[in-house]
């Protein structure tokens, strides 16, 4: 009987040594896991900045130029008109200096549309899954170009987010990522944490999407708004957004974020 009740205990003994490492290995493993969601306090401070940057501004309109450039190609400038109304409904129009119309553009936040007045060419898509890649050469969607142009920063929906300073320039870059660490946005701040002086927007593949960087600011109505934006890619295209009149809190009809084919 009590060599029975040894081997019993024996047997426990050899299962708990083989079993608990394990179970440490295991915990270990789990710990390493990350979590949902990562938000430093100087982050989470920078977000609600930008959170409330023009919260109130809905309508805006302006006109201006637009300079294409290319690292090859020669630079090519065109007027250019807009109007929009957050979230995601914009319309542009683009003239040669000629006063000659080149492309009509516009979104109403479920279509895209696209008049192409060279060869007559009309397009139509769903906004979700269009960029203006095809107008631009950059791949940015309606919803982007309309925070940008508001004065506010669009933000990408992120699990991580982490504040680090530039070096020696005394700039700050608020860095937002996935749950598994992948970069998604880098918003760089001037060293007040006050200003935001460029953006970049990256892919699933890690790859820089598109850039933008505000080259000048202005007042109106009391909104800090663009005066001069530059936008651009991994391959070196870009184009430049130079604004000379901007209407804040204008009327909008909701005719005008749609495109129909000419008859």
């Known amino acids: 009987m009590q060599v029975r009740r040894n081997r019993q205990i024996f047997i426990m003994l050899l299962i708990a040594a083989l079993f608990l490492p394990a179970c440490s290995s295991l915990v270990d493993r789990i710990s390493q896991k990350p979590k949902d969601f990562e938000i430093s306090a100087e982050a989470r401070e920078l977000l609600k900045l930008l959170e409330n940057q023009n919260r109130t501004l809905k309508t805006f309109k302006g006109t201006g130029r637009v300079t294409f450039r290319g690292s090859k190609k020669k630079n090519l400038t065109s007027s250019i008109v807009w109007i929009a109304a957050v979230p995601g409904k914009l319309r542009i129009a683009m003239r040669s200096f000629s006063g000659q119309p080149v492309v009509s553009f516009a979104s109403d936040g479920q279509w895209f549309y696209l008049f192409s007045h060279a060869d007559s060419k009309f397009y ?140």
Request: contains cysteine; positive net charge.
């Open 124 to 263: 139509k898509q769903r906004a979700q899954n269009a960029t203006l890649k095809r107008f631009f050469s950059i791949p940015i969607n309606s919803g982007d170009i309309v925070s940008i142009l508001g004065g506010s920063i669009p933000l990408i929906q992120h699990n991580k987010a982490v504040v680090e300073q530039k070096g020696s320039e005394d700039k700050y870059v608020l860095i937002l990522k996935k749950r598994w660490g992948n970069v998604l946005q880098k918003i760089y701040f001037n060293k007040n944490k006050s200003q935001v002086f460029k953006v970049e927007m990256f892919g699933t593949s890690g790859a820089l999407a598109y850039r933008v960087e505000f080259c000048g600011m202005q007042t109106i109505k009391g909104y800090q708004v663009p005066a001069c934006l530059v936008f651009s890619n991994a391959e070196g295209r870009e184009f430049q957004l130079d604004i000379e009149r901007y209407w804040a809190d204008v009327e909008v009809s909701p005719s005008a974020f749609v495109l129909t084919p000419p008859q």
